[in-house]
């Protein structure tokens, strides 16, 4: 767990201060997600969970650090596994919106968060229930690096939660992002 934390807090620096080097290259977004989903299938399918991935046939390419956008995914889609009671359903989902962006949705019927936490959620170290995110193996930090990530990616993230009836966390991302100069070449 302190290695997770370590980790985890090395990031979360790097992105502060500049130094996390965003590799940038075209890629498929669908791909990736439909890679993500079946990396999660197994770990989906032994909680007793449906996990499905919807992606139109169009989606576009995106430009962005396949690697980081991948990160988030999983960060999101874990929580979804993990805070979804046996039985429950996970949908993974992206579309095209309007001026050149995409948005990636993970919804999932789980527990839910309380209205009062979610404000907070992209802070760092804050959990909702200490006891049961310290038993999932969580750190506190995943949701702040994802927003870090996104935010990079001159995206946003979002969460809605309605309390014992599930979340919807959306990610909306440009599809054409161009490296500043200080990044360097892509």
Do not use: W
């Not at 995110?133 to 949701?143: Q, W």
């Amino acid at each position: 767990r302190m290695t997770r934390i370590v980790k985890d807090l090395l990031t979360l620096s790097k992105l502060d201060y500049g130094r996390m080097e965003l590799r940038m290259t075209r890629f498929s977004l669908a791909d990736m997600l439909h890679n993500v989903a079946n990396a999660m299938k197994l770990t989906a399918e032994e909680s007793g969970h449906e996990l499905k991935v919807e992606t139109p046939d169009d989606l576009p390419k995106i430009v962005g650090d396949r690697e980081r956008i991948e990160q988030v995914v999983v960060n999101i889609l874990s929580n979804a596994v993990k805070y979804t009671p046996s039985g429950g359903h996970i949908r993974l989902a992206a579309c095209a919106v309007p001026k050149n962006r995409v948005r990636i949705t993970v919804e999932d019927d789980g527990i839910g968060i309380p209205a009062a936490d979610v404000p907070r959620l992209f802070e760092r170290f804050y959990r909702v229930d200490k006891a049961r995110s310290r038993a999932a193996g969580g750190t506190g930090l995943g949701l702040a690096i994802a927003k870090e990530i996104v935010e990079q990616h001159e995206g946003k993230i979002a969460l809605a939660s309605e309390y014992g009836s599930g979340t919807t966390v959306t990610i909306t991302l440009p599809t054409d992002l161009t490296p500043s100069s200080e990044e360097g070449p892509a």
